[in-house]
């Protein structure tokens, strides 16, 4: 019943911009603490940037100063704001989730770690 749908991907010349969004459906009351994470090809995923429901946030090293998080609590979305992209900003890019809460019918449930399928960003001249 919840899912997290990603979209804003696609090809960016080096030093471009994209914003992605993750959104999630479902009869949703509450998301906890949420993510972006990214998968290079070869590669292990690692975590782009995390940001509570109350809007901290701890991002990587690498993306810091030109990626940016920040989350609508209203529209259960997410975005991030990426700037000064790099050819090694390329990869695919997955939102995270560590708990929702959400409705089936009238009952309250909670989920845990959920993650949508991914977005595919290419930094390329």
């Known amino acids: 019943q919840v899912q997290l749908v990603e979209s804003g991907g696609g090809l960016v010349q080096p030093g471009g911009s994209l914003r992605l969004s993750c959104a999630a459906s479902?009869?949703?009351?509450?998301?906890?603490?949420m993510g972006w994470y990214r998968q290079a090809p070869g590669k292990q995923r690692e975590l782009v940037v995390l940001?509570?429901?109350?809007?901290?946030?701890n991002y990587a090293d690498s993306v810091k100063g030109r990626f940016t998080i920040s989350r609508d609590n209203a529209k259960n979305t997410v975005y991030l704001q990426m700037n000064s992209l790099k050819p090694e900003d390329t990869a695919v890019y997955y939102c995270?989730?560590?708990?929702?809460?959400?409705?089936?019918?009238?009952?309250?449930?909670?989920?845990?770690?959920?993650w949508g399928k991914g977005t595919l960003v290419t930094v390329s001249s």
């Open positions: 995270n989730a560590d708990r929702i809460d959400f409705y089936i019918g009238s009952v309250p449930h909670y989920g845990m770690d959920y």
């Open positions: 479902g009869s949703i009351f509450s998301i906890n603490n």
């Open positions: 940001i509570t429901r109350g809007g901290s946030t």
